[in-house]
């Protein structure tokens, strides 16, 4: 009994003391924690690798619970390499739970330490572990802040154009930097060939570039600065590839003449294709410069008539352009046909059909049309008194009445057909329909006395029941027919070579109102030039299909591609005289170094590109001898518009003129 009494007893005095301690002891405080150290868009981590830090953006500190201020005050220290203490501005947000640190502006490339001691309490007391943040700061890249030539800024994401010759370019950058440094990673480029060129500091952050010899006109040139300065100073450059346009070299390139004496300069000059480069054998057009024994049936029609030209101007005589037509007409008559149409390229020496495309190797009847229509102008031309020029007319009748167009229709259909091939039938399955430049195939086949087509092909097939009909107005010029903009402005030109447009209508348009109309939108677009290329002006225009940079197109607004022709504005001389003439002189007095060949001018040309054609094609040169002398005298219009079966073959489909 007294056992368990001590027992109890011994318990009590225990329970009596536990509790006495537990209600006179002092609570263990929270611990203040740190959510996250920002500085800038960078967040910093305890023993990691902090760098490329911001040089201005202040410290963020972020805690879980709000902070004694006078506590913080005394208790974040921030030193540099050298341990010295940095002053800090301290601001608090969020309940003084977010600390924002301002300093000064770190130095590139160095490195510093962040201090959070452990005297920072919370506003409860809570206490807080030590932390460390070391972090190394960012090189600011070097940049160029802005780029002026003269004092005009420019902007190096668009195309710079109608740039001095002897241009200053100031290049102003983010940091300083001096032009010994920057030297050795320049260059200044005109093609493949150096630039001679200046520096010269202005400050310590802008550097000037002076050209000591004048640079080309109209011509692309490069101003680059390496990204391997970064080597020398130290500093990452992305590197500056700085394309510019200079302005046109305004000294004529030739003599100064006058307009009349230009066109006849021009149309010899170009004439020379036809009759210098004609081939030796066949007397017909080649294909291009460059074809050798590749020669052009529809060129060659164009080339008939450049030599009724030459005849006329006196670039050869008579009898010399006679027997020339006597050749071609002869070789025509031995040449493959193929039911009486001859193929778009022969070989020629042998007449052989070779092949335009691989199913392409038979009848092409828009280009036998071409011919014909040349053949038909030559024939007017040709004296019938006299035994020899006769008998050439016989020969060139007999051609044009073997010409089977209705065969064409294929079977009788209310269209005509641009290709056949003895191999591939009519494969091909083109029909010619409008509007492109294949209206004079049908005023031929419409006029054949021997193989004609009926009126209902031409407004069924190629009127498409009058659906080539346009009406809308584009900058402000109606265009009567055709695809919006017009499309390519040989369009306006090959079936015109012969067929005077000047009175010419029919229910769908009037020609005359068209042809301008197109001319003046194409270049209109130009002046507009809405794609930015280097060179489009009232004075540098004219879209059509030719020779370009990346092989051959028909450009166009709808196609534009940045490639002028000069046959488009010097063709549409009928059309647009005086816009036509201002191209005219401006390809000749200001381009002629540039452009001007052995047949006149070279076939296009893109400044953008820094690309010239270096070649000349009989479709491109033959309309501009032809073209310019339908302006000056109407010789091709009245011969062609002459013969009775034309007249004829416009009456049935309905034109007046």
């Known amino acids: 009994m007294r056992t368990i009494f001590l027992l109890f007893f011994v318990s009590s005095l225990l329970f009596f003391s536990c509790s006495k301690d537990d209600s006179g002891s ?12 920002y500085i800038g868009e960078s967040a910093l981590v305890e023993n990691g690798s902090n760098v490329n830090i911001s040089l201005a953006e202040p410290i963020e500190i972020k805690f879980d619970k709000a902070v004694n201020t006078a506590s913080v005050n005394e208790n974040i220290r921030l030193l540099d390499a050298a341990n010295q203490e940095i002053e800090l501005t301290k601001s608090f947000f969020s309940q003084n739970q977010l600390v924002k640190l301002a300093h000064p502006a770190f130095d590139e490339n160095s490195t510093y330490t962040l201090q959070i001691l452990s005297g920072i309490k919370g506003e409860k007391n809570e206490t807080l572990d030590a932390r460390t943040y070391s972090f190394k700061t960012l090189t600011v890249p070097l940049a160029l802040e802005s780029v002026l030539i003269g004092n005009n800024p420019v902007n190096l994401l668009t195309r710079i154009k109608e740039v001095s010759r002897e241009p200053e370019i100031t290049l102003n950058f983010n940091t300083p930097i001096s032009k010994d440094d920057l030297a050795p990673y320049v260059s200044y480029r005109t ?27 109209f011509s692309k040139h490069t101003l680059s600065i390496s990204a391997n300065v970064e080597d020398r100073i130290g500093k990452p450059f992305e590197g500056m590839n700085m394309n510019f346009y200079t302005e046109i070299d305004p000294a004529p390139k030739f003599p100064v003449v006058s307009d009349e004496e230009l066109l006849t300069k021009v149309q010899e000059q170009t004439f020379k294709y036809f009759w210098d480069f004609g081939h030796p054998v066949s007397g017909l057009a080649r ?12 060129g060659s029609g164009f080339g008939v008539m450049a030599i009724l ?27 493959d046909r193929f039911h009486g149409a001859w193929s778009h390229w022969l070989n020629g020496t042998t007449g052989k059909a070779l092949p335009f495309s691989t199913k392409d190797n038979g009848g092409d009847l828009v280009e036998t049309s071409f011919m014909a229509a040349g053949l038909l102008a030559a024939r007017q031309y040709l004296n019938p008194s006299d035994s020899e020029e006769n008998a050439l007319i016989g020969k060139i009748n007999t051609l044009w009445n073997s010409i089977e167009w209705d065969w064409y229709t294929r079977g009788g259909q209310n269209v005509l057909y641009w290709h056949w091939s003895p191999n591939y039938g009519w494969d091909m399955n083109m029909k010619i329909q409008g509007y492109n430049e294949a209206l ?153 170094d540039k452009l001007w060949g052995d047949y006149g001018f070279y076939d296009a040309f893109n400044v953008t590109e820094s690309w010239t054609a270096g070649s000349f094609l009989a479709i491109d040169q033959g309309p501009i001898v032809v073209m310019i002398e339908n302006y000056r005298t109407g010789l091709i219009w009245d011969l062609l518009m002459s013969c009775p079966e034309v007249q004829a073959g416009l009456t049935k489909l309905g034109f007046t003129y």
Request: charged fraction near 15%; charge should be negative; include cysteine.
């Open 287 to 298: 294909e291009r410069n460059s074809s050798n024994e590749t020669v052009t049936t529809g």
């Open 309 to 335: 030209v030459g005849i006329e101007r006196g670039f050869i005589t008579r009898a010399e352009g006679v027997e020339r037509l006597q050749t071609m007409v002869e070789f025509l008559g031995n040449a």
């Open 26 to 37: 002092e609570p263990v405080p929270e611990k203040l924690g740190i959510t996250y150290v």
């Open 440 to 592: 004079i195939t049908y005023i031929m086949a419409a006029s054949s006395a021997t193989h004609p087509v009926s009126a209902d092909v031409y407004h069924q097939g190629w009127a498409k029941n009058g659906s080539i009909k346009n009406g809308k107005e584009f900058y402000g010029i109606k265009l009567p027919l055709g695809y919006d903009y017009g499309g390519p402005l040989f369009f306006a030109h090959y079936s015109f070579l012969g067929i005077d447009p000047t009175n010419l209508s029919d229910q769908y348009g009037n020609y005359w109102e068209q042809n301008r109309n197109h001319t003046l939108i194409n270049r209109e677009y130009c002046i507009q030039n809405p794609k930015n290329y280097v060179g489009y002006s009232a004075d540098c225009w004219g879209l059509t299909a030719s020779d370009n940079h990346d092989g051959y197109s028909a450009q166009s607004p709808t196609n534009d591609l940045g490639v002028i022709t000069p046959t488009a504005a010097i063709s549409s001389i009928p059309f647009t005289p005086d816009e036509s003439m201002q191209a005219l002189r401006f390809f000749y007095y200001q381009l002629g």
């Open 191 to 217: 093609g493949g060939s150096g630039v001679a060129y200046s520096l010269t500091q202005i400050d310590e952050k802008t550097i000037s570039v002076t050209v000591t010899q004048a640079l080309d006109g």
